[in-house]
């Protein structure tokens, strides 16, 4: 097996700016699972700065000692790895929280004073990370509270920054509004729109992949490659997110934001440096050069689905309709695959086919280059009909790495050609990574790195390519759900979407 060459020496990783994180809806999920496990990774790592504290601010009644005990109980629980208890209690000593209403001013007086006293006791200097880890609805009314409240105002050389949580809006317009009424308060330089999507490795690793080696970029095009698949697919339901979900569906949750993201990284050209701006420049391009389906397009074009009834690790599954919160008669979509056409000289006439959703066949994130074949004229007189398709696999989870897919002759007498696979795992090569992929993202704020984040014209972007497809699917109710069942790959008709033009999905084990 091969071995990991030495990396080449770079810049090194340095810790954030000192700071104050505060996190509105501090009580939920994201935080226990991700964000408090991420920010004790980066401690672990050495990245965390020594002058750091955590406000935690929900509206539940708790003291700072409280709400240390919860935290110290959820790390324990949620933690990528060991905890060292030495090292946590002097992440403990960092928490603080606030009580409130979001839509209350006073709240955001508790607040500042808070604030204020913090910085004095850990030697934080006025920088401030504000984390909207709240409902959608909320964006808007936290930002215009810290404006008003002068939270947000950047002076004597402090920054004051804001991550705002997907969804961003529930399509282009309350998109468009959204990015107003934030605008009113907050410049550009200060939002950070995040997709944990890509504080994946292997998505931060394809600009390496494509521009730092010299055999994939000259390939990388309409000449060479045939299409692109993107699968996004969970095995779960939607557990306890019913009440949103029935809301929001799979084509709102998952394509404006991570899918199309995977999209824009895959698609982009080289760009200009590694600056923040040149990458989102050339990432925004692509969303802008992705064609919208018109409304009859739509309909050939666009795959929803619905999950019935059906298995999970071999265990009986329910039907979403019967799921917690959800509507018994409900129309909204778990599953969606759709065919998109990037308008510019690098991509056209290439399709790139996307797909995402719940309750599919295995958990499993991964962008598929499929190559054109090669003409098989050279080895018709020993029978073989058809060549196989290289492909190139962005394996981003579970298991994250790449292979390449060739074909090889078969030991023996005749020709006889048969697939083969050269993979890389980053686990096996540079060892598990200990991340929530969460951690490069926390850490980009605090050193005020926008790249890995979206940009305004970057969402409403794209919001601006699925936008068609929601008109069409509210205009036309589906007749056939639930129309594929637990633990499948989705409904039949997203597999003519392909074999209609001679191609298939990649069969994933």
Known sequence: MATAQAVTPGAKARAGDPCVMVIFGAAGDLTKRKLVPALYNLLAAKLLPDKFAVIGVTSAEYSDDEFRRKLSSDIHEFATAKVDDKLWNAFDERVYYVSGDFRDAKLYQKLKDSLAKIDKEQGTPGNYLFYLATAPQFFGEIVRQLGTSGLTNEENGNWRRVIIEKPFGRDLDSAQALNKEIKKVLEETQIYRIDHYLGKETVQNMMVFRFGNGIFEPVWNRRYIDHVQITVAETVGVEQRGGYYDQSGALRDMVPNHTLQLVSMTAMEPPISFDSEAVRDEKAKVLHAIQPLSPESVLTHAVRGQYGPGTEDGKPAPGYRTEEQVNPQSATETFVAVQLAIDNWRWAGVPFYIRTGKRMA????????????????????????????????????????????????????????????????????????????????????????????????????????????????????????????????????????????????????
């Open 362 to 509: 295995k958990r499993v994130t991964e962008i598929a280059i499929q190559f054109k074949r090669a003409p098989k004229l050279l080895f018709q007189e020993a029978g073989i009909e058809q060549m196989s398709a290289n492909q190139i696999v962005m394996h981003i989870q579970p298991d994250e790495g790449i292979s390449l897919r060739f074909s090889a002759k078969v030991p023996g007498p005749t020709v006889t050609l048969g697939s083969v696979d050269m993979s890389f795992a980053y686990s096996q090569y540079f060892g598990a990574a200990v991340a929530t992929g969460y951690e490069t993202l926390l850490l980009d704020c605090m050193i005020g790195d926008p790249t890995l984040f979206q940009r305004d014209d970057m969402v409403e972007a794209g919001w601006s390519v699925v936008e068609p497809v929601l008109d069409v699917w509210k205009a036309l109710p589906p007749r056939d759900f639930p129309n594929y069942p637990s633990g499948s790959w989705g409904p039949t008709e997203s597999d003519h979407l392909l074999e209609r033009e001679g191609r298939h999905w990649r069969i994933i084990t």
